[in-house]
């Protein structure tokens, strides 16, 4: 099982950025992938993530209406969409795969994480 991200970078507040991840070792199908972030100082927290028990996308309330994750099935790869950027958003982004079933934002559910990528908003 590997997951890589990708698309991190620097970028002003109200800036947009877009988060890959490839996924390999299983399909999108077999497994929950999610979203997590972890700020300097702070713990490892979910932000956003999709269910493959009902297809059900859910966000941490924190990026609601801002963050939008969507899926690639015959690429194998997942995305985060990120607009309207605060500086508050900066932190290092994972993506990870999930217990199947269990709550998908919940970084203690995750058993494989990817290497990260870090996102930088400037004021």
């Known amino acids: 099982v590997q997951l890589v991200e990708s698309g991190g970078g620097l970028v002003q507040t109200g800036g947009s950025l877009r988060l890959s991840c490839a996924v390999s070792?299983?399909?999108?199908?077999?497994?929950?992938i999610g979203w997590f972030r972890q700020a300097p100082g702070k713990g490892r927290e979910g932000v956003a993530c999709i269910s493959t028990t009902d297809s059900t996308a859910y966000y941490a309330d924190f990026v609601k209406g801002r963050f939008t994750i969507t899926s690639d099935k015959i690429k194998n790869m997942k995305f985060l969409q990120m607009n309207n950027l605060s500086p508050e958003d900066t932190a290092d982004y994972y993506c990870a795969a999930l217990v199947r079933g269990a709550w998908c934002l919940y970084p203690n559910h995750v058993h494989s994480w990817g290497q990260g990528t870090q996102v930088t908003v400037s004021a």
């Open positions: 070792g299983y399909t999108l199908e077999d497994s929950d």
